[in-house]
């Protein structure tokens, strides 16, 4: 559609009356039946159907919003969700001018623009670029989308900008997962030097599957701050600051960890270290004493001598990344439990666990056994309010903790 169809679809009532009559509709079925009376393009309506009940969940506001359109479902399935997009914003300082290099459905834009002076958002792709423009010409006054490269852009613009930000597609060919700062496309450490020429600070998006520590090696240790956000103990992103024309090298960069549930945010910073120091000694875990999960982030993030540090906690052994102690520590970032019961993991010690719990949440951290494989030797299910952690202590015993939440 040309920006002017995209108008007239829009200001149809009739459109917009369908989408609503039928959002709880099977789409493949909607699209076998007749719609003869319809003045819009159904097909076009129907796929604002399977994309708005994609987004539900991802992009709470946006799914409210008339006249927010999308081009394709791949484009909601490769936005970023409501909670991070905010927290991309509360980044920046609000005189900012901010240069998107790879906006998509411009959601980073859209509430980056709330916060700054002005948003230049650029799409390669026509289909996605059209609709992008639409929805910010009709929800934003300081938001640009242009349709071109990055490459070509950055190559031919005098302008300066406060900020730039770049999120790299990580899909290659055949729909493969891409990890890697060199890998994804546009490749951000070859645009690095062009980049340095229009901007002092540069956001980049990345895969949370990426090896930090070479990362940071690759930016030549331009890095001052590294985020890793999750949401819902799911890590989605690791977000690099780095300060291109900053002549030092930032070899201990601070990371801090973000994880958005519901209303909650679990947060902790601390100085980023390749080389982690074990603070303390581990501990025996004890019945009736607490024990501490870190959130995924936080384990993305390798931060557990500073974890023990700030809450005075123990590791029950350095590859376990379980901690105990004799209190309640209620703003932990992660799960809190309480130890009810410690089986040593042995025939005889485990054969009535499945008559005492045979409903039970497992998981396990170093221990040899997946969760699975736990499960099926234990003759246990899923379930219930109790928890089981297969994990090995400081003796390198392997154990069951049996526990409930705190």
């Known amino acids: 559609m040309t920006l002017e169809e995209l108008k007239e679809t829009a200001n149809n009532n009739e459109f917009h009356k369908f989408i609503n009559t039928h959002m709880s ?11 003869k009376d319809c003045d819009f393009d159904v097909n076009y309506a129907i796929l604002q159907i399977e994309c708005k009940n994609r987004i539900k969940k991802k992009l709470p506001e946006l799914f409210d919003k008339h006249n927010f359109l999308f081009p394709n479902t791949l484009s909601t399935e490769q936005c970023t969700a409501e909670s991070i997009a905010k927290f991309h914003a509360s980044l920046l300082s609000p005189n900012a001018s901010v240069l998107d290099l790879t906006a998509g459905l411009c959601i980073d834009a859209y509430y980056i623009s709330k916060s700054v002076k002005s948003v230049t958002a650029l799409e390669i792709n026509p289909e996605t670029a059209i609709v992008s423009k639409f929805n910010m010409d009709t929800h934003t006054d300081n938001v640009t989308v242009i349709c071109e490269d990055c490459n070509d ?28 700062l060199s890998d994804c496309e546009p490749n951000v450490l070859e645009l690095i030097p062009s980049i340095k020429g229009i901007t002092d600070t540069l956001y980049i998006k990345a895969s949370p599957m990426l090896d930090i520590s070479q990362s940071i090696k690759e930016l030549n240790n331009k890095v001052s701050d590294i985020w890793v956000n999750g949401i819902n103990n799911e890590c989605k992103e690791v977000l690099f600051k780095i300060e291109l024309n900053n002549n030092s090298e930032m070899l201990s960069p601070n990371i801090h960890t973000f994880n958005f549930e519901n209303d909650a945010v679990q947060h902790f910073s601390s100085v980023y270290s390749k080389n982690h120091v074990v603070s303390f000694p581990c501990k025996t875990p004890e019945v009736n004493e607490y024990l501490y999960e870190p959130n995924r982030c936080i384990m993305k993030a390798q931060v557990y001598d500073a974890l023990e540090s700030e809450y005075n906690i123990s590791r029950i052994h350095n590859n376990s990344h379980l901690f105990v102690n004799e209190t309640l520590t209620e703003d932990f970032p992660g799960r809190r439990f309480i130890i009810t019961s410690i089986i040593p993991f042995k025939s005889n010690a485990i054969k009535s666990i499945s008559k005492s719990f045979p409903q039970i949440n497992v998981s396990v951290r170093n221990f040899r056994l997946s969760a699975e494989e736990l499960k099926k030797k234990l003759k246990v299910n899923d379930g219930g309010n109790n928890y089981l952690f297969g994990t090995t202590d400081k003796d390198n015993n392997a154990i069951l903790l049996i526990c409930k939440k705190a």
Not at 25 to 35: E, G
Not at 153 to 180: C, E, M, W
């Open 25 to 35: 509709c099977d789409t493949n079925k909607l699209r076998l039946k007749s719609h």
């Open 153 to 180: 852009f950055i190559k031919n613009t005098s302008q300066h900008y406060d900020v730039i930000f770049i999120d790299p597609a990580r899909r290659g060919s055949n729909n493969k997962r891409l990890f890697g």
